[in-house]
């Protein structure tokens, strides 16, 4: 690879991880207000893991939750600051950075076959609920009080597992096709 070469790769990358970072942004300002937000921003971090792959995707989120960390509004309801990250949804947002290196492990240990990266979208959701759901209850608990497992379940998680998978069906069947367009396998 010649210096130029390398420099526009280097470009593209950049440029790449910045479009998916504002994708995730816009998906997230499509929200339907409920305890959780329901919002397209898990399908965008799938997408943007499923097409630029673990790093360049799990870069891509990283830069989506210090843009919000920072004070633009990135995340759901036009939110942002490091209060929208502390407060009790924030450990979702934050379980988007451990979902895209969840995903980027499995890459690593397995390949970027359709069927792994369906397979590493599903445990990566399974992670954002775990840390976003404990996050949930440590800070209800603090300026609300107590609060069982069930009822975040119920409020957090359950009402979000269809539409979830779903939208990894769809990120999915859309991975493969951009990267392909995109010239990024």
Do not use: H
């Amino acid at each position: 690879m010649t210096t130029q070469t390398t420099t526009r790769s280097k470009t593209y990358d950049m440029v790449y991880i910045a479009v998916f970072a504002v994708l995730i942004a816009i998906c997230s300002w499509i929200s339907i207000p409920m305890t959780v937000p329901f919002t397209l921003q898990t399908f965008a971090v799938f997408l943007a893991v499923g097409v630029l792959g673990g790093k360049r995707g799990s870069l891509a989120v990283l830069i989506y939750i210090l843009l919000g960390a920072v004070g633009i509004p990135v995340f759901a309801g036009f939110s942002g600051g490091i209060g929208v990250l502390l407060g009790n949804t924030g450990g979702y947002i934050i379980g988007f950075l451990f979902s895209a290196l969840v995903m980027w492990l499995i890459e690593k240990l397995f390949g970027r076959k359709t069927w792994v990266l369906g397979i590493s979208m599903v445990l990566g959701l399974i992670v954002c609920y775990a840390i976003g759901t404990v996050w949930f209850m440590v800070v209800y608990a603090q300026n609300s009080g107590a609060v069982g497992l069930a009822t975040v379940l119920g409020w957090c998680v359950i009402p979000f597992i269809i539409p979830d998978l779903v939208k990894i069906a769809l990120a999915l069947t859309l991975s493969k096709r951009l990267a392909k367009v995109l010239k990024l396998n």
